[in-house]
């Protein structure tokens, strides 16, 4: 009996072995994950964190670079050496998780304007109230003629007056498992691993809609609406003040743009953002339509991944934008 069973055991740990090496040779989805090595937390503020400081480590499977300022640079980056400079707020998508940084849009934008400094201030986790607290940056740094916030709709869960929105009442069954202690550390290993993993994860699951239905939500809270509001009236009137131009990005989820999703209740998010930014008089530009309209949307995102953008996507970014600098 125990020779039937190690030999079941060794039957199944083969065939697994086997089929996450195809899984990887054809990588079949993408590596998530961010080394831990590469945060840094404000000990007085869990909320204020950036990435050490002359480091690199892998983001989603890519290694990024970091300079001395926390911002993501390329590799063998000759430092910021112009007279202007253009700054990108955002979150993981903005920052370019799993894509190289040359690949990026602000990569392109970097390779194309080699007048200007480009600082990327984006960082995974990032919300309204992050961008609040980096309008610090706009007299730190050279010459500041130009800034681009990045919105994705997860960005909402930050806000500066409620800083943290409870998650809880939108969680689905299979999120609230992954709340267990032990399930979330054999999740985090394994997605930060496993390409089969994640390709079964995604099959079965799929996080993407998990992910956007959950968001969607947020935009029918008033209080949600009043704070980011808030948020983008201390952002312009900073930039105002200092004879910045501003102008807001809005990108979709990948749910979105899948065929027949592209419509009225679905983007009722950008919808209500957008009202926010007109009331403000603040400039725009809002991308969703674009991505609708690609070919194969699915290919301008990571494989099974709700809002993060290939390097397909990062170009298609890039060239609606690059008429903008």
Same mark, same amino acid.
């Given at each position: 009996?125990?020779?039937?069973?190690?030999?079941?055991?060794?039957?199944?740990?083969?065939?697994?072995?086997?089929? $996450?090496?195809?899984?990887?040779?054809?990588?079949?989805?993408?590596?998530?994950?961010? #080394?831990? #090595?590469?945060?840094?937390?404000?000990?007085?503020?869990?909320?204020?964190?950036?990435?050490?400081?002359?480091?690199?480590?892998?983001?989603?499977?890519?290694?990024?670079?970091? #300079?001395?300022?926390?911002?993501?640079?390329?590799?063998?980056?000759?430092?910021?050496?112009?007279?202007?400079?253009?700054?990108?707020?955002?979150?993981?998508?903005?920052?370019?998780?799993?894509?190289?940084?040359?690949?990026?849009?602000?990569?392109?934008?970097? $390779? =194309?304007?080699?007048?200007?400094?480009?600082?990327?201030?984006?960082?995974?986790?990032?919300?309204?109230?992050?961008?609040?607290?980096?309008?610090?940056?706009?007299?730190? &740094?050279?010459?500041? $003629?130009? &800034?681009?916030?990045?919105?994705?709709?997860? #960005?909402?869960?930050?806000?500066?007056?409620?800083?943290?929105?409870?998650?809880?009442?939108?969680?689905?069954?299979?999120?609230?498992?992954?709340?267990?202690?032990?399930?979330?550390?054999?999740?985090?290993?394994?997605?930060?691993?496993?390409?089969?993993?994640?390709?079964?994860?995604?099959?079965?699951?799929?996080?993407?809609?998990?992910?956007?239905?959950?968001?969607?939500?947020?935009?029918?809270?008033?209080?949600?609406?009043?704070?980011?509001?808030?948020?983008?009236?201390?952002?312009?009137?900073?930039?105002?003040?200092?004879?910045?131009?501003?102008?807001?990005?809005?990108?979709?989820?990948?749910?979105?743009?899948?065929?027949?999703?592209?419509?009225k209740s679905n983007l009722n998010p950008q919808n209500k953002v957008i009202e926010i930014l007109?009331?403000?008089?603040?400039?725009?530009?809002?991308?969703?339509?674009?991505?609708?309209?690609?070919?194969?949307?699915?290919?301008?995102?990571? =494989?099974?991944?709700?809002?993060?953008?290939?390097?397909?996507?990062?170009? &298609?970014?890039?060239?609606?934008?690059?008429?903008?600098?």
């Amino acid at each position: 009996m125990r020779k039937l069973i190690f030999i079941n055991f060794v039957s199944v740990a083969c065939i697994l072995i086997a089929l $996450e090496l195809i899984a990887n040779f054809f990588k079949l989805s993408d590596i998530l994950g961010i #080394d831990y #090595d590469l945060i840094e937390i404000d000990k007085n503020d869990n909320l204020n964190f950036t990435y050490k400081k002359n480091s690199k480590g892998k983001v989603h499977g890519e290694i990024a670079y970091i #300079d001395e300022n926390g911002f993501r640079i390329p590799k063998d980056f000759q430092g910021f050496n112009k007279y202007n400079s253009v700054i990108f707020f955002g979150d993981s998508v903005t920052f370019g998780n799993g894509v190289k940084e040359k690949n990026t849009f602000v990569g392109k934008f970097r $390779e =194309k304007r080699k007048n200007l400094n480009f600082y990327n201030i984006s960082l995974p986790g990032y919300g309204t109230f992050h961008y609040t607290k980096n309008l610090k940056y706009l007299k730190k &740094l050279n010459n500041v $003629e130009e &800034l681009f916030l990045i919105y994705c709709l997860n #960005d909402a869960y930050l806000t500066s007056n409620i800083k943290i929105v409870n998650k809880s009442d939108n969680l689905s069954f299979w999120d609230k498992i992954k709340k267990n202690k032990i399930v979330a550390n054999i999740n985090l290993n394994l997605r930060n691993k496993s390409y089969l993993y994640l390709y079964i994860k995604g099959i079965a699951t799929d996080p993407s809609k998990r992910w956007f239905l959950a968001d969607k939500n947020l935009y029918e809270k008033d209080e949600i609406l009043v704070n980011l509001k808030n948020d983008f009236e201390q952002i312009f009137k900073m930039t105002q003040k200092n004879k910045i131009k501003t102008t807001v990005i809005l990108l979709p989820y990948e749910y979105q743009t899948r065929k027949g999703n592209c419509n009225k209740s679905n983007l009722n998010p950008q919808n209500k953002v957008i009202e926010i930014l007109r009331d403000l008089k603040v400039d725009y530009k809002d991308l969703t339509q674009k991505f609708c309209g690609y070919l194969e949307p699915k290919k301008l995102f990571k =494989k099974f991944d709700p809002m993060h953008l290939s390097e397909i996507g990062h170009n &298609l970014v890039f060239e609606n934008l690059k008429n903008e600098i």
